[in-house]
């Protein structure tokens, strides 16, 4: 069992184990008195969203509305959406090979805020980002 703030995640390896972690889970929220929003759990699935990530059997990966909202992305025309994009880049860290080098450029916009400047490296950067995250790799 995972909890972070208001989430919580019962994982099982086997599926009759499930039901008896469920019930260990149930014991300690009522112990503490704690209510669940019946509206809001999921019970006995193999995968999903969780905490931004995508969780399957295999583990955690990208979750793809975070990569597609990048891929779908133009190329930033404020300094707004730099940090939109930077922001981005850190939430798939993880899940990208050389993030920090990826993102580099962009980072270095966000250092001096006062004058924007997208240069030919922003922009080059920023397709070869877009053109990485077309890889299912992620």
Known sequence: MEVYVDDILVKSKKRQQHTEDLKECFDQLRKYGVKLNPQKCTFGVEGGKFLGYLVTQRGIEANPDKITAIRKMKEPQTIKEVQQLAGRIAA???????????????????????????TDECGRAFMELKSYLKNPRC
Not at 92 to 118: C, E, M, V, Y
């Open 92 to 118: 798939l860290n993880r899940f990208i090979s050389r993030a920090a080098d990826r993102g580099l450029p962009f980072f270095k916009i966000l250092q001096n805020t006062k004058n924007f400047l997208w």
